[in-house]
Each structure stands twice: as C-alpha cells, then as structure tokens.
C-alpha cells in the first residue's frame, strides 16, 4: 500500500492543478484562495491509516487567521459525505499506477464539487441566505449548526457585521468615470 507521503504527492500533481485554474494557491495537501470577504480551503488528509478525505472550508477573511485549515473557518463541508459520494474509493492503493487511476477520477469530482460549494459564498448576501437555508446535510449543507442554535447565531452576526462594514464603504469609479458600489 501506498503512504500518505506518496498519496499527497499524486494529489499534488492530479488535483492540485485543477484546483489551481479555480485560483487555489498552494496545489498538494491544502489549497487556499483569497477572494474579496473570503477564504477558501480544500484540504486533503489521512485520518487513519489507509485512508483519505476532503474537506471544504470558507471563512470571512477578517475572521479567519493565515493558513487556515477547514475547521478554522465558519463554513465547511465534507463533500464526500454532502455530495453523497459512497461510491468514491477513498482508500490508498498498492501501487502507484491504481492510485493515479482513482485520483483521475476524483479530480473532476473534486473540481465541481468545489465550483458548486463554494459558489454559496460569492458575496456576503449570497452566504447569508446560504446560511439562512442550510439544511445540515447535503449539497447545499454550508455549516455544522442549526438555525438557532449559538454558533448558527455567531456565523450570523459575523456575515451581517461584514455586510454592514461594506455597506458603509464608499462607491468607487472605474477607469470610465462609472460608479460602482462594493457588492456584498
């Protein structure tokens, strides 16, 4: 069987690329990206032996320290499980040819499960009705909380703290004289 060492680093070469043309910095183990509120993480990891996941993590960019980790960010996801991925082998191989073979074949996956995910989170009005309608399971599951509940109520007053800070920004013109205001 393959080590981790050896998984991550096909993971680097066959995932990492096609995260890379989503504007993941980073291509290997963990991958970020930076947009205007947000951060977003895919993070590979092994958490027993044979074994390996992704998981998806998005956080405000004021809230979430530097290189953060999926659990460091208020949204997050498994896809494996909110994309009800079973029939996905997530389990290292014995040679380096099988394992090139199943990690061609979850790179698309991974990829659009990811364009999916993260669209949730384009402004922060789009994450505020993501959060508003999460249903705890599935695809279009964004956090680990319930409507309610103390860290559904803290990711809120997070998001609507930020909108209310971009809200309050003065509009900016482009290079023609338009005017344009930050979108939230």
């Known amino acids: 069987m393959l080590s981790w060492a050896e ?11 096609r995260l890379a043309d989503l504007g993941f910095h980073n291509p290997g183990r963990a991958m970020w990206r930076l ?7 895919v993070w590979f990891h092994c958490p027993r032996a044979g074994i390996f996941q992704v998981e998806f993590g998005c956080g405000l960019r004021q809230a979430v320290r530097n290189n953060p980790a999926p659990w460091h960010c208020r949204f997050r996801t498994q896809p494996a499980h909110s994309f009800d991925w079973e029939d996905t082998p997530w389990s290292f191989r014995l040679s380096e040819s099988e394992q090139v073979e199943v990690l061609r074949l979850l790179a698309p996956r991974v990829v659009a499960a990811a ?10 009005d789009s994450a505020i009705r993501a959060l508003e309608s999460n249903p705890l399971s599935g695809p279009r599951s964004v956090a680990l909380c319930a409507p309610g509940s103390p860290a559904y ?10 909108a209310a ?7 900016a013109a482009d290079e023609a004289g338009a005017v344009h205001r930050p979108r939230r």
């Not at 998984?7 to 690329?17: D, E, F, M, N, Y």
């Not at 947009?35 to 993480?41: A, N």
């Open 153 to 162: 109520n803290e990711a809120m007053s997070e998001l609507r703290a930020a």
């Open 35 to 41: 947009r205007p509120y947000f951060v977003d993480v």
């Open 7 to 17: 998984v991550k680093r096909l993971i680097s070469q066959i995932v990492g690329p």
């Open 115 to 124: 364009k999916r995910w993260f669209s949730h989170f384009d402004t922060i």
């Open 165 to 171: 800070g971009v809200a309050g920004q003065p509009a």
